[in-house]
Structures are given as C-alpha cells and as structure tokens.
C-alpha cells in the first residue's frame, strides 16, 4: 500500500513526541486504543489556565504509521488553540490533510478520540473553569 | 550492495542462474512433448524429465517411479489428501494434521470436512512442536492418514517427522508431509524418515514457480490415490496434464544443486542467521523468538519485537523485503494463526517479523539489515506508549484499555 507523503513526512519526522508530568494541573492526558488491536495514543496538552490556550501538546503512539501520523498532526493543530477550539478538530480533517485510504480511518477516529479524552482529563482538573461538560470518546 | 534486500526467502527463491542455464534449451529447441512416443521431439523430452525425476528422488531417499510431478505443492497438499481420502475412503474416514499447516492442508481438510470425513486438528506447544502422545492418543482404528508438515512456513519450526514416521507406522497409517520449506534445506530422507506421501515445491528451493511434485510410496507399503484431475492419465494415472519439461528440468536441476551444496549451504546459512539473531538481541531490549530455536530451519529467523506496531516497523525498514505475523490492512485486524497458536498475544503476534535468508545473501546485508532493525525498533521505541508504560513498571495486561 501506498502511503501519502504527508503520512511518510510525519513518520520520518514525527513532531512533538514526547510525555509531560499527566499529575500536573495544567496537562490534560488521553490514552485511547488497545495493544490487542494494533494500536494505542496518548496525547496530551498543557494549557494555560488564565486564557485557556492549548500552550504544548506532546504525543507518544504503538500503530501503524498512519496511526502515527494522525496523532502527530493532532499535536501541530492543537498548540495555540483554545480547549473549546480544540474539540473542533474532526477525525475527517484529518483524513483529509493526510489522504488516508479507506482502511486507515479508523486511525483519524482513534487521534480525535485521544484529543477529546486529553481535554475532558483537563477540563475534570478544572471543574470551577468548565462550564460544559464533555463527553469522553 | 544493492537495494532493496531480499530476504523474505520461506515466500520465494530467485531462480539459481545454473537452474535457469539448465532449462534454456527446453523453450526453443527440445521443446517437444514428453508423451509424444512417435518421434525424437518426445523422446528427447521424456529423457529430461526422467534425468529430473531421479534427480529429485536421489535429494529425498526415493526411486523415481515414485515422483509425480504437480504445478506446485498446494496441488500436492490437494492430491495427497483428498486422493487417500477418497481412495481409502473404506478403510476409514478420519485424518489428524495440526493447527499451524500451510493453508492447503487446512482448507484441504476443511473441504473433506463438508464430505463427511472427520478431521483431528492437533495443538501445538509453545515451541511450536506437536505432541507425540497427543498424536498417539488421537489416532483411531479409523484413521487413514497423518499429515503433518515437515517445517513449517512462518517460524521454520521442524517436526519430528522420524517419530512421527514411527508412529504412523506402528499404527497402520499413512504418513503424509508438506516439506515444501525442508526440502533442499535439511536432510529429508523418505525411508529413514518413514514417510508415504510427501509434497515439494521448486521456487522454494532456486527452482523456478509453478512446478512442484508429490511422492507417493510404492513399497512397504504400496501408497494409492485417487487422482484429482481427469485427462490424459499422464504421471501413472496419478496427475493428467502435458508435463512443463522446462520447469521439471528446473526443478530437476536445483535438486543436484541441493543435494550438493547443502552442507556448505547450511553451515554459512546458519552462521548468517544466528548473527542476524545475536545481534538483534544484544542490542534490543524484550525481543522474543517465535517457536524453538533448536528444531529450526537453519535460514529462519521469527522474531517479535514488544511495544513496536509490526506495520510501521515494516515501514521504517522498507528497503528490505520481509514478513510480518501482522495482516493489518484493514480494520479487521488479524494476526498471525501461527504465531497465535503458540500462545503469543497478540500484540506480540502483530510486531512479529519473519526473516529468510537465502543462497544469494550476503554477509553485508545481514549486517546493513540488522542495524537497521535496530535502529527503527530504537526508533518506533522512543514513540511507544508502551514501551513507556512498560519501562515505568506498569503492568500492561492489567490496564483496562478503551478498544475501539
């Protein structure tokens, strides 16, 4: 299978890997997906607390390099948006940016499903700020 | 060196230039068919194919005679066993074979199923081998036939098939094998090792694709089957269909090859192997090999990487040809039968990666591809949760994850 070069510039170069401390009140922390099924996300965002910016995100996935790639990019989108903002990133963007085939959408789904739990973990630290509630994907 | 490197060599074999050498005249010149009986065209022809069939008896232990020639093992594997199913079909109507055969035993016996013939499907153990008092206790007295395969495909575990000879023996059944990845690897001997019908491919071992042959025992005791396919009565009544003379002389050729060269072959096959595999474990952390590592093929290497995805390993290593235990294509995610079968998980199953090495590899690429493994799981490492997780003392198999 052929993989777009945007998946393979994301795999060579994957950005913002990493992890930040998940007991800090500032970092919201999600982890979806399931080793037996061939792939896991953690995504995490640090957000500042006065204006309500995502100011970091850091990823670390187990998938394939789609599953990678998809994470990686939800990483770059989220730095400088707000927390409401970021729930706005839909998993068919990000098929879009990086022209995943059909097989591979399973993969945008897992990456916003880590990018909701990330900030539902964030938004239950600062309960007195949130006045929604989110739903956990 | 060149890239990519082939090394997915339990799939295929290139074609050994002295085979293909070999079977040039038989295109353009002597190009005759080998059931002409009228002129020197089929004559010439027939000789060839004899020439080959003694050749490939003398790397196995067998006459002559007792070679049919096929397209290729999975027309074997068919021949084998729905022709003693249906030619022993009043003896008895039950076949015992094992979980981890190549799929054209599998669905053979599946098939057979659906016309009434009872099937025992053995486990393996963690080492990939069946049990010997397992396969004793499961023969009955309406058992035709054992098949099991002689090494097997993904993780080059070999079978004791002398014990297994043994028994099959004692018992009064037939032995059949699919030694499709022994043959021309190992010693494999029809006598000593009591077998009755065995299946062989030729692009396994340098020959080229699309020819293959079944043994088929003609003393003590004298093997019958049932043919599978109506025609011409060629190969004895066994096979009907005009004979591919260039590919059996092929095949022939890469026999006398194999019977040659196969001490040598194995000595520096081995050695590459065990370098590949001592290197990978000394410089990774959690690796683990599928299957026995003392009754392996000597050019096989399975090995899975923990906390790695096989698919975006085998992405990072993509100028070298190999196999993955993943089939993750698709939503439906589908490990390996094979590797399941000897308990692996299967997050194991789906970073597995299988390694053949070949005739034509060389000591460079063995060492260009084990670094490079290395440095990709190094890698794909750095960016698992996983491995993370693992390294911070989490227990992964207790954590109740969010399957999606």
């Given at each position: 299978?052929?993989?777009?070069?945007?998946?393979?510039?994301?795999?060579?170069?994957?950005?913002?890997?990493?992890?930040?401390?998940?007991?800090?009140?500032?970092?919201?922390?999600?982890?979806?997906?399931?080793?037996?099924?061939?792939?896991?996300?953690?995504?995490?965002?640090?957000?500042?607390?006065?204006?309500?910016?995502?100011?970091?995100?850091?990823?670390?996935?187990?998938?394939?390099?789609?599953?990678?790639?998809?994470?990686?990019?939800?990483?770059?989108?989220?730095?400088?948006?707000?927390?409401?903002?970021?729930?706005?990133?839909?998993?068919?963007?990000?098929?879009?940016?990086?022209?995943?085939?059909?097989?591979?959408?399973?993969?945008?789904?897992?990456?916003?499903?880590?990018?909701?739990?990330?900030?539902?973990?964030?938004?239950?630290?600062?309960?007195?700020?949130?006045?929604?509630?989110?739903?956990?994907? | 060196?060149?890239?990519?490197?082939?090394?997915?060599?339990?799939?295929?074999?290139?074609?050994d230039?002295r085979?293909?050498?070999?079977?040039?005249?038989?295109?353009?010149?002597?190009?005759?068919?080998?059931?002409?009986?009228?002129?020197?065209?089929?004559?010439?022809?027939?000789?060839?194919?004899?020439?080959?069939?003694?050749?490939?008896?003398?790397?196995?232990?067998?006459?002559?005679?007792?070679?049919?020639?096929?397209?290729?093992?999975?027309?074997?594997?068919?021949?084998?066993?729905?022709?003693?199913?249906?030619?022993?079909?009043?003896?008895?109507?039950?076949?015992?074979?094992?979980?981890?055969?190549?799929?054209?035993?599998?669905?053979?016996?599946?098939?057979?199923?659906?016309?009434?013939?009872?099937?025992?499907?053995?486990?393996?153990?963690?080492?990939?081998?069946?049990?010997?008092?397992?396969?004793?206790?499961?023969?009955?007295?309406?058992?035709?036939?054992?098949?099991?395969?002689?090494?097997?495909?993904?993780?080059?575990?070999?079978?004791?098939?002398?014990?297994?000879?043994?028994?099959?023996?004692?018992?009064?059944?037939?032995?059949?094998?699919?030694?499709?990845?022994?043959?021309g690897?190992?010693?494999?001997?029809?006598?000593?090792?009591?077998?009755?019908?065995?299946?062989?491919?030729?692009?396994?071992y340098y020959?080229?694709?699309?020819?293959?042959?079944?043994?088929?025992?003609?003393?003590?005791?004298?093997?019958?089957?049932?043919?599978?396919?109506?025609?011409?009565?060629?190969?004895?009544?066994?096979?009907?269909?005009?004979?591919?003379?260039?590919?059996?002389?092929?095949?022939?050729?890469a026999?006398e090859i194999a019977r040659n060269e196969m001490i040598e072959e194995t000595k520096r096959?081995?050695?590459?192997?065990?370098?590949?595999?001592?290197?990978?474990?000394?410089?990774?952390?959690?690796?683990?090999?599928?299957?026995?590592?003392?009754?392996?093929?000597?050019?096989?290497?399975?090995?899975?990487?923990?906390?790695?995805?096989?698919?975006?390993?085998?992405?990072?290593?993509?100028?070298?040809?190999?196999?993955?235990?993943?089939?993750?294509?698709?939503?439906?995610?589908?490990?390996?039968?094979?590797?399941?079968?000897?308990?692996?998980?299967?997050?194991?199953?789906?970073?597995?990666?299988?390694?053949?090495?070949?005739r034509?590899?060389?000591?460079?690429?063995?060492?260009?591809?084990?670094?490079?493994?290395?440095?990709?799981?190094?890698?794909?490492?750095?960016?698992?949760?996983?491995?993370?997780?693992?390294?911070?003392?989490?227990?992964?198999?207790?954590?109740?994850?969010?399957?999606?």
């Amino acid at each position: 299978m052929a993989y777009s070069d945007k998946v393979l510039d994301h795999y060579k170069n994957p950005r913002n890997v990493g992890s930040m401390d998940k007991s800090s009140p500032d970092v919201g922390t999600g982890m979806v997906g399931a080793p037996e099924c061939g792939d896991v996300m953690k995504l995490q965002v640090k957000v500042n607390a006065e204006t309500g910016v995502i100011e970091d995100a850091k990823f670390k996935t187990f998938g394939c390099g789609s599953a990678i790639a998809s994470s990686s990019l939800a990483t770059e989108w989220l730095k400088g948006r707000t927390v409401d903002q970021a729930l706005e990133i839909k998993n068919t963007d990000i098929v879009n940016e990086l022209s995943l085939p059909p097989v591979k959408i399973h993969c945008s789904v897992l990456a916003e499903d880590a990018i909701k739990a990330a900030i539902s973990d964030y938004k239950k630290k600062h309960k007195s700020v949130s006045t929604e509630s989110v739903a956990v994907g | 060196m060149k890239l990519p490197i082939y090394l997915d060599n339990h799939a295929t074999t290139r074609t050994d230039p002295r085979v293909f050498d070999a079977m040039k005249p038989y295109f353009l010149d002597v190009f005759g068919n080998a059931a002409s009986r009228n002129h020197s065209f089929g004559w010439e022809a027939e000789d060839a194919v004899e020439k080959a069939r003694k050749q490939i008896a003398d790397l196995i232990g067998a006459t002559a005679k007792e070679i049919v020639f096929t397209s290729g093992a999975t027309e074997s594997d068919n021949l084998a066993l729905k022709g003693v199913a249906e030619m022993y079909a009043e003896r008895g109507n039950h076949i015992i074979t094992q979980v981890t055969e190549h799929k054209a035993v599998l669905d053979c016996c599946k098939r057979l199923e659906k016309d009434g013939v009872r099937v025992t499907y053995l486990p393996v153990r963690q080492d990939g081998l069946i049990d010997l008092d397992q396969l004793r206790d499961a023969i009955t007295d309406k058992t035709i036939l054992i098949s099991i395969m002689y090494a097997n495909n993904e993780i080059g575990v070999v079978q004791p098939i002398r014990e297994i000879g043994k028994i099959a023996k004692e018992k009064g059944v037939l032995l059949h094998t699919d030694a499709v990845q022994a043959v021309g690897k190992i010693p494999v001997n029809v006598i000593s090792d009591n077998i009755d019908l065995l299946s062989l491919s030729g692009h396994k071992y340098y020959a080229p694709k699309g020819v293959g042959a079944l043994y088929v025992r003609r003393r003590n005791p004298r093997v019958q089957i049932t043919a599978q396919m109506d025609g011409g009565g060629h190969e004895r009544g066994m096979r009907s269909g005009t004979l591919n003379v260039p590919a059996i002389v092929g095949l022939g050729a890469a026999s006398e090859i194999a019977r040659n060269e196969m001490i040598e072959e194995t000595k520096r096959l081995r050695y590459l192997r065990d370098k590949l595999k001592d290197k990978l474990m000394r410089e990774l952390d959690e690796v683990y090999i599928n299957g026995s590592m003392e009754h392996r093929l000597p050019h096989n290497l399975n090995i899975s990487f923990a906390y790695v995805e096989g698919e975006s390993l085998l992405m990072g290593i993509n100028d070298i040809a190999v196999s993955s235990g993943s089939a993750c294509t698709s939503a439906t995610l589908e490990p390996s039968y094979v590797l399941k079968a000897l308990g692996a998980g299967d997050d194991l199953a789906h970073s597995s990666i299988r390694f053949g090495i070949g005739r034509f590899n060389t000591e460079d690429e063995v060492d260009y591809v084990a670094q490079k493994v290395i440095d990709v799981v190094q890698k794909l490492r750095e960016l698992s949760p996983l491995y993370e997780m693992a390294k911070e003392g989490v227990d992964l198999s207790k954590v109740s994850w969010t399957a999606h």
